[in-house]
């Protein structure tokens, strides 16, 4: 029932030849690898205007000097991240960067954040998108996080089946909010050039503001920087795109930033021109739409692209994530499970980890996006500066083409980048402590796991010194758990003559019933009379714990004469796999005591039943 479920649900598998149809052009890729960047602009001047309309309505007017700088900053990032493409196809983004050009504690600093912010990235914008559900069916309000977990599980089924089928899904969204978003600007634009729209900003480009800070103004960027969350997506998916990988991928991001840059500029210009103030029950993107259209059939339309893209750009997350920790394990700081692949050639456990951490972080926050957003940036902007200062090493190390010209884009990118994460530390530290505790608790589990994998490669790792330690033995002991006298028990102890120089049947007897265990004994040495038949009482009803003190003793008289031992453990498998629910797990309970045994090696022997 499981396999058809799944088949259902995920598809049937791919072969892994067909991994090349599966490769992403400009256009999925833009649709795939955007939707987080792209929606950020529904709430990025929003973050803007909260802070500013603190001080006053006159204090919006700076909202177009913080979105000049945010726009430098992207030009910076997307010039730097083009670089990165370039200089490392493998994909992986500022982890691999970080991790080249400032050593591997960097470049696991990068990585951790990241990891986290793709987890925040899912968090954000699934609840942004409930929001917007609620804001449209208030009566829903009360199943807000419940909401939210569900659409975490939607998006994750979806990239479960595979990139080439979620980027088709998301192709509608996606470029429906960028058709609706540039009818929007464009049409607001040709109303203020016609003059159907009057000027209604509360402040003259360069007026005095009374009371205006420059903490006030760089807690607004620090708020607005927020717009530039996704730009690295794609730097981190390269390995995703059709032939020539680097070149599409530079492509796609140039694209992608040059929508975004638009988007944001004219949404900031509209919400100034318009004197449009942030509200609690309607957002700045909501004002600016009806503004233009009214309440018509258009302007419904932009609230549903907008409500669309805002729960479909959790799919960003799920497709950066699993490289990134593909990269991570790989170079063994994660487990390597995160390097298979499923049946729809995706990487199945990163998608899942992502969506559990989601769900996670949602229940957290109660599924409040503002309590998300400061730490969300941090996440990002950490990992920008070690990406971007590494490549100004990167351009001194290999000084290729116009490596000076490059060296001052990455400096202007890093030092930007560094300024904001010192703005959010100072002036969001109630909202962005968690990472001073987060970073270094993951920081530590990177190298537990790298300790262990190090460990276990030197130990299995085959040398001169080990081949001359080899052990050559004497014999081998068998002991076979026996429970009653079956066709299993007889099969096992056949199997255990043909193995064994030495066999002992071992049987463990409760006080409930004397006389059956005295008949059990009987009869086994009446069918076994050449091999040994123990049995051990267990007045607390404990198999276990017997077993384990049998085994120990014998393991070590079997040493001193250089036998092995062996601990057979029989059990019978039921025709049917649903069956096994029918039957105790005592064979299971054994085989994992007796693991953890040294000088023991566990067998089974599986009796399989036709009926």
Known sequence: MWRYLKRFLIGKPLKTSDEGGQALTKFKALALLSSDALSSVAYGTEQITTVLITLSAAALMYQLWVAALVLVLLFAITLSYQQ?????????????VATTNWGQSAGLVAGGSLLVDYMLTVAVSVTSGTDAIISAIPSLSAHQVGISILLVLLIMGLNLRGMRESASFLTLPVYFFIAMILIMIGWGIYEIVTGQIVYHAAAHIGAPVQGMT??????????????????????????NFKKPKSHNASATLAIMATILGFFFGGITFLSYYLGIRPMADNTVLSQIGSAIFGHGLIYYLLQLATAAILAVAANTGFSAFPILAYNLAKDKFLPHA?????????????????????????????????????????????????????????????????????????????????????????????????????????????????????????????????????HHYDGA????????????????????????????????????????????????????????????????????????????????????????????VPQFVPRRPWQNILHNQTALRLRSALNTRENIIVSTYSYHLKR
């Not at 103004?217 to 390995?239: D, K, M, Q, W, Y």
């Not at 001194?396 to 083409?401: A, C």
């Not at 030092?415 to 109630?430: A, C, N, Q």
């Not at 040495?525 to 009803?541: A, C, G, T």
Request: charged residues 15%; positive net charge; contains cysteine.
């Open 84 to 96: 990165i493409i370039h200089a490392y196809p493998s994909g992986g983004g500022a982890y691999v």
């Open 477 to 568: 002991t068998v002991i076979v758990l026996v429970s009653n006298v079956t066709q299993v028990t007889a099969n096992a102890i056949d199997y255990a003559r043909s193995v064994g120089d030495y066999v002992i049947a071992m049987h463990v007897s409760f006080d409930e019933n004397p006389r059956k265990e005295h008949k059990t004994a009987q009869k086994f040495k009446v069918e076994f009379p050449d091999v040994r038949f123990v049995d051990i009482h267990s007045s607390y009803r404990s198999i276990i714990t017997p077993t384990l003190r049998f085994c120990d003793v014998i393991a070590k008289r079997a040493a001193e004469r250089n036998f092995t031992t062996t601990v057979l």
């Open 338 to 470: 995160y390097l298979d692949r499923g049946d729809r050639l995706g990487y199945s456990n990163g998608i899942i980890s992502l969506a559990l951490g989601a769900i996670v972080l949602i229940i957290i926050f109660h599924g409040k996006t503002s309590l998300l957003i400061p730490l969300y940036a941090v996440g990002v902007f950490v990992p920008f500066t070690l990406s971007q200062s590494g490549m100004i090493r990167h351009w001194f190390r290999v000084r290729e083409g116009k490596w000076p010209l490059k060296a001052m884009i990455n400096f202007l990118g890093a030092f930007i980048s560094f300024s904001l994460v010192v703005f959010l530390f100072w002036l969001h530290f109630g909202n962005v402590w968690p990472y001073l505790i987060v970073m270094p608790a993951l920081c530590y589990m990177f190298y537990r796991i790298h300790l262990h994998y190090m460990n276990v490669a030197r130990q299995l790792k085959v040398t001169a010194e080990s081949e001359s330690v080899n």
């Open 214 to 239: 420059l903490v006030l103004f760089f807690r607004a960027f620090s708020s607005g920087s927020s717009s530039l969350t996704g730009v690295e997506a794609i730097s981190n998916a390269v390995p």
